[in-house]
């Protein structure tokens, strides 16, 4: 398919998502999101071969969020192995992504990586790994993307801290049960930086691209086997778009995850990955128009695992 190709069908998924009668509303929990342009909409597409497509405010940076812990995952299986799993599950919660109700009963285990929950557990295991578990995130959303520029929103990482108690409620129950292997203090101070990361369509779309080459990065070395980049991508598929993965698997079918900045970045195996953003959320923390884009993107493509 040809440049023209990808440009017509940004523009042609993105002009259906706008005639949704619904918009939703930025994240207003975390004041610093609040202030996002209600009107911002981007779309990118990242092929295999790392050519890169966009409309729209694609090369606008943004929060993005629990995007994120799609990074924090994958540099933790490529350092520590499946031990990881000792300590976070694999299923959907079909609760809130910042619900405290399932740890006690399944004490302090959390349900997946991509919960608040299951990500701190991420965050912590790869902070005892690097020493460093944002700038780990950090450099390799610059090297996958090729923009140094990619980097942590202080103000916001400040703002989520503030507002934070539910998360910090968490990671002390998890540190009750054992489950986490450093302060509690420094795992939310990470966890918090590598949320408030800024990049753009463009940059989230080429960083993805490790999922879509089966594992391998953009200089050809491999961070994760291709057995491990398919199962990052089916937990993807089950539970990365919080409690409406399965509305986001029957309306897309595709591989995803979201963050309450917007962004949606969608993996097409073996062809590329798609990054979509727009602030507006619905009841669950996803984004409107960018799960409306990705909606008609595959269905006028055929684009989907199914």
């Not at 923009?147 to 503030?162: L, M, Q």
């Not at 968490?170 to 420094?186: E, I, Q, W």
Request: proline residues 4%; glycine residues 12%.
């Amino acid at each position: 398919m040809n440049d023209t190709d990808y440009q017509t069908l940004l523009e042609q998924a993105m002009e259906a998502a706008r005639r949704a009668p619904e918009r939703g509303r930025a994240a207003d929990y975390i004041p610093a999101l609040a202030q996002a342009n209600p009107t911002a909409f981007g779309m990118a597409i990242a092929t295999v071969d790392g050519a890169v497509f966009g409309a729209g405010d694609w090369e606008h940076p943004f929060s993005i969020q629990s995007v994120s812990k799609l990074f924090t995952l994958a540099l933790a299986l490529a350092d520590g192995g499946d031990e990881l799993w000792r300590g976070v599950g694999r299923e959907p919660s079909g609760n809130p992504f910042n619900s405290l109700v399932q740890l006690e009963t399944e004490n302090g285990i959390p349900r997946n990586p991509f919960i608040n929950a299951g990500a701190l557990v991420v965050t912590d295991r790869l902070l005892k790994l690097t020493g460093d578990a944002v700038g780990a995130v950090r450099e390799f959303l610059r090297a996958e993307s090729g923009n140094p520029a990619v980097a942590v929103d202080d103000s916001v990482a400040s703002s989520e801290a503030r507002h934070g108690h539910r998360n910090a409620a968490m990671a002390h129950f998890m540190a009750s049960y054992g489950n986490l292997r450093n302060p509690v203090d420094s795992v939310l101070a990470h966890y918090y930086a590598h949320c408030a990361i800024e990049a753009s369509c463009r940059d989230l779309a080429l960083a993805g691209l490790f999922l879509a080459r089966h594992g391998t990065r953009a200089d050809g070395s491999r961070l994760l086997s291709r057995s491990e980049a398919k199962r990052i991508n089916a937990v993807l598929l089950t539970c990365g778009t919080y409690d409406a993965a399965g509305e986001f698997a029957y309306r897309v079918g595709l591989p995803g995850k979201s963050g309450v900045g917007g962004g949606v970045l969608a993996v097409l195996p073996g062809r590329g990955t798609v990054c979509v953003w727009s602030p507006g959320l619905d009841a669950a923390g996803n984004s409107v128009l960018g799960v409306a884009a990705l909606d008609a993107l595959t269905t006028a493509t055929g684009w989907s695992v199914f």
